[in-house]
């Protein structure tokens, strides 16, 4: 028997410690992973007094609903989930094909329902914040965009609504089922951030092999304030020693995201800057330029492809490794926030917890 009587929706990320070294531990992880059950009544190998006892301790399996999806010509299809406090998340699957067909499927998940930190070009930041996800729902986005497309999800990226390092303990328990029990690599799997202070030392512990992907989008703090609000309580300088360390401790180099806003911060003084900035950084590191993907409501434009080209000659003159991030489903509402924010105008139910920014994670 089960020790305790939480929902067996969290299952998916328990440990299964005791219960998997069991004969009856093992068939109920492969009903959850491998046969994908979604209810009781589906656990046909195990006994029915079995079913009946874990039904009557008030366990339970099942996923949250898709609400709504769209997708995009290029295949990108953007899933609205509901969960059970009738909150909606977004997670996206992104495929690369191939002529065999999909070769590569990455998830972008979500961590929290909505987002705290108000970065200035970010839907999700618009929209307010209502909590954190539980390690199962942040899993159960993966298994949804595996249902979606029928296909193994091969890579994952904390990219979607939320500040992962807001909600890190669910984070790391959620990677650890992404891991071990859906066999996604850890090199497969990017958090990113746009630096919560205290936290990426705290990841750096935990020795992942997966990839820091640091949300910068300026050069230099004063700009950087003007982007991301709350860059106010940690100082550029901070952040940049903090992603030093991880490469040392790790061995992993560190994914600088940037995003490029016509007229703000895409100048080739900007990229001479950038490059400055890295270079205090060791050797650790890539950049990742995205142009600007225009959210309703925004007055931020998204920067001429020469912008982009001259920004990216600018680098590589001075060393600096970069790519530019392919802008995949622009016509499905692809920015991150875009699409809840059309179906849950108000996330902030009265049973929500302050929407006040909150820079003390979980
Ligand atoms: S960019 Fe990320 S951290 Fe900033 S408001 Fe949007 S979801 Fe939050």
Redesign the pocket.
Known sequence: MLPCPIPLLRLLVLRLTVARQSYRGKQLHDLLYKSRAKQIQEFSHVPKVFREALVGAGWKVGRSPVHHAVTASDGTTKILLKLEDNRLIETVGIPVDDDKGPSRLTACISS?VG?????S?????KGGFARNLHAHEIVEQVLAIEETFQHRVTNVVF?????PMLNLKSVLEAHRCLNKELKIGQRMITI???GVPNTIKKLASHKLQSTLAV?LHAPNQKLRETI?P?AKSYPLEALMDDCKNYFLETGRRVSFEYTLLAGINDAKEHAEELAELLHTCGGGYHVNLIPYNPIRGSEYKRPYRKVVQAFVDALEARKITVSVRQTRGLDANAA??QLRNEFQKNPLLESSPSSEPNLVPA
């Open positions: 929290q987002c705290p930190l108000r970065c070009f970010c839907a999700t930041g990219m979607g609504m939320g500040e990113s951030t746009v949300s991301v709350s991150c926030g």
